[in-house]
């Protein structure tokens, strides 16, 4: 499923709320001395910052302590902690950050109180979403599925039908692929008979369902609908365009598609460089450092992965430094560095716990343990596999739990434990 991420636009009921930090923003940036040019520095444009200022749009967590250090300000100068309205909207910005265990949790807060059923469905549409990107399948669905029965009897069918959105998501998640394609597949129809959603809900659909088809294995079917899909994004603006491209190499990378993922990854890189987007630029190059990865060329994967570490350290953005800490640990066991690959693995590990970034902390506690494996620990990796199935049956994500369980049983026949190696490949095959 694609990780598209959009600007955040306010809805009706927190305009006011965007358009208050919008004025604090200008007020502040105007203090000081600074055009909007200069504000925006060398990550964002003139254009954002003035759609900022003017409540347009919504700044993430990111761009404001961004935008706060520039100003020489906390954070906390832009919103008004006194008044509760203002915490959803902080939780708002959390999730478009990509801080989404904390938007989670902060949802779950959100919910303990009064609500009426407008604020209810929204939250939960929110939950459901940050839920979704943590790879917890299950509980997306719950919180999705109540969101849509809500703004269905309110008559908002968009928002019922972006809810449906991330219901898709959860049962794709759920590794209910059929469910998944039926409700994308009504969605799309839908879209095309008129129903306004957002300006790339049509593309979003087509993505996921080009993520389902390539599950489902049917792969001519999957690239049918992504060039449908990039047949729609000329019209956007270069920024927009690029983060598509950069979703549409992702999800070309899931079809086992790695030639167009390498291809669709570095059209969006250029666009990027040449607006400026240094930051965004970064989670790209870490893209297509996995995709230069799986075809075999270390070296390149290993140059590209260093620079989106060397912007992720600048920036002081530990979520996505954990992120390219997994990939160059993954590059040095291709290179059979097994035991630089379980150093840098732990580093990435480290970082994504503290940043909460669940899934990256599973996907590098698996690298660890491969790394450990080839290295010959074997005692070791057997904790480590351990400790990872323990985690991923938390986190409820069926494919990557069978991965895990699946390595973890390999491990065990290589130490003549065809008992335990038995039971754990039984275990895999019942997850479901």
């Known amino acids: ?45 003139k254009a954002y910052v003035s759609a900022l200022e003017t409540g347009i749009a919504r700044p993430s967590m990111v761009a404001l302590r961004y935008l706060a250090e520039r100003l020489s300000l906390p954070p906390s100068h832009f919103l008004d902690e006194q008044n509760p309205a203002w915490n959803r909207l902080a939780v708002d910005m959390t999730l478009a950050s990509g801080d989404w265990q904390a938007a989670a949790d902060g949802y779950a807060a959100l919910l303990d109180a009064p609500l009426d059923d407008q604020a209810r469905a929204e939250i939960l549409r929110g939950r459901a979403e940050a839920l ?23 008559g908002r069918v968009a928002d019922e039908a972006l809810a449906r959105y991330w219901l ?40 996921a369902l080009a993520a389902v088809e390539g599950r489902r294995g ?24 690029a983060m598509f491209l950069f979703n549409l190499a992702i999800t070309y990378h899931e079809t086992s598609d790695t030639e167009a993922a390498i291809r669709t990854g570095t059209q969006g890189l250029a666009l990027l460089r040449s607006a400026g987007a240094t930051f965004e630029s970064a989670q790209i190059e870490n893209t297509l450092a996995l995709a230069y990865l799986a075809t075999g060329n270390v070296d390149r994967a290993a140059e590209l992965a260093a620079g989106a570490r060397a912007e992720f350290e600048r920036a002081g953005d530990d979520r996505f430094l954990s992120a390219v800490l997994d990939t160059e640990a993954q590059v040095a066991l291709a290179r059979d560095d097994a035991t630089g690959a379980a150093r840098i693995a732990r580093r990435s590990i480290d970082l994504a716990r503290a940043s909460g970034n669940r899934a990256v902390e599973l996907t590098a506690m698996l690298t660890e343990a491969r790394a450990l494996r080839a290295a010959g620990d074997l005692a070791a990796a057997e904790v480590r596999y351990s400790e990872t199935a323990a985690i991923a049956r938390a986190g ?10 699946r390595e973890w049983a390999a491990l065990r026949a290589e130490q003549d434990d065809h008992r335990g ?11 479901n």
């Open 218 to 241: 049917d792969h001519a079917r999957s690239l049918a609908y992504l060039e449908t899909a990039r047949g729609l994004a000329d019209d956007l603006d270069d920024r927009r365009r």
């Open 1 to 45: 499923m694609p990780r598209t991420r959009t600007v955040a636009r306010p809805s009706s009921r927190d305009s006011a709320l965007a358009s208050q930090i919008g004025a604090r923003i200008r007020e502040a940036r105007k203090r000081v001395g600074l055009t909007q040019q200069q504000l925006a520095g060398d990550r964002y444009t």
């Open 421 to 431: 190696a038995y039971e754990l490949t039984r275990e895999a095959l019942a997850v």
């Open 396 to 405: 409820k994500s069926a494919s990557r739990t069978r991965e895990v369980l």
């Open 132 to 154: 979704a990107r943590l790879d917890s399948g299950l509980e997306a669905v719950t919180a999705a599925a109540e969101a849509a029965r809500l703004f269905g009897t309110l």
């Open 168 to 207: 898709a998501y959860g049962l794709y998640l759920s590794d209910q692929e059929a469910d998944a394609r039926s409700l994308l597949t009504s969605l799309l129809e839908r879209v095309r008979a008129g129903l306004k959603v957002e300006p790339d809900f049509e593309m979003r659909l087509l993505m």
